[in-house]
């Protein structure tokens, strides 16, 4: 089964946590954690308030190394590679692909030739909103991981979110409809 999740950009940014919700705005998972030093750590809550991820910062530079475990568990590095406008990231240990552009705020996320997730990012007002399209609602902690990981200084291109480039998030209302009749498809 597949849904969507809304991770606010510019709230985790700005108070080092944010609550993520599903397309019918319920509260699914809380992120927690901040970026920058070496053994910096975000983690990911279910709603009862079990850590479900940690994504630790292993190295610093041009392009940091994370670990990632879930359920305590340590599952994999994350290899990464960038140019100008895209960005492609490895995670050893479960294979996972992350490609995408950076100008654009998208990604897609595969497995060999399975498709994991999609990632986008849209403008609304002042904030930087994430908005995660995951097929398999298991993958979903990982996949949050990832769209934090997504937001590390060293992958946003010079550090800030082009927010006149983003594309504007449609109405609610409007985008919950659609969702709505993707699913009953």
Not at 10 to 18: K, P, Q, V
Not at 63 to 91: A, C, E, N, R, W
Request: charged share 20%; aromatic share 8%; no cysteine.
């Amino acid at each position: 089964m597949s849904r969507k999740l809304q991770l606010n950009l510019t709230e985790l940014d700005h108070t080092r946590s944010s609550k993520v919700t599903d397309q019918y705005r319920d509260t699914k998972y809380l992120i927690v954690g901040k970026w920058g030093l070496i053994s910096d750590t975000f983690s990911i809550y279910s709603i009862t308030g079990e850590l479900l991820v940690s994504v630790r910062q292993q190295s610093m530079g041009m392009t940091p190394k994370f670990d990632l475990y879930y359920l305590d568990q340590f599952v994999g590095t994350s290899v990464i590679h960038f140019t100008m406008h895209y960005t492609t990231i490895f995670i050893n240990g479960i294979n996972w692909l992350i490609t995408g552009n950076q100008d654009k705020q998208s990604y897609r996320i595969i497995r060999g030739r399975t498709h994991i997730a999609t990632i986008k990012s849209y403008s609304q007002s002042d904030q930087v909103i994430r908005i995660m399209s995951v097929d398999n609602i298991d993958h979903e902690p990982l996949v949050l991981a990832i769209a934090a990981l997504l937001n590390h200084p060293s992958l946003v291109h010079a550090s800030r979110l082009k927010l006149g480039v983003l594309e504007k998030i449609s109405n609610p209302k409007l985008e919950s409809e659609n969702i709505q009749t993707l699913h009953n498809k």
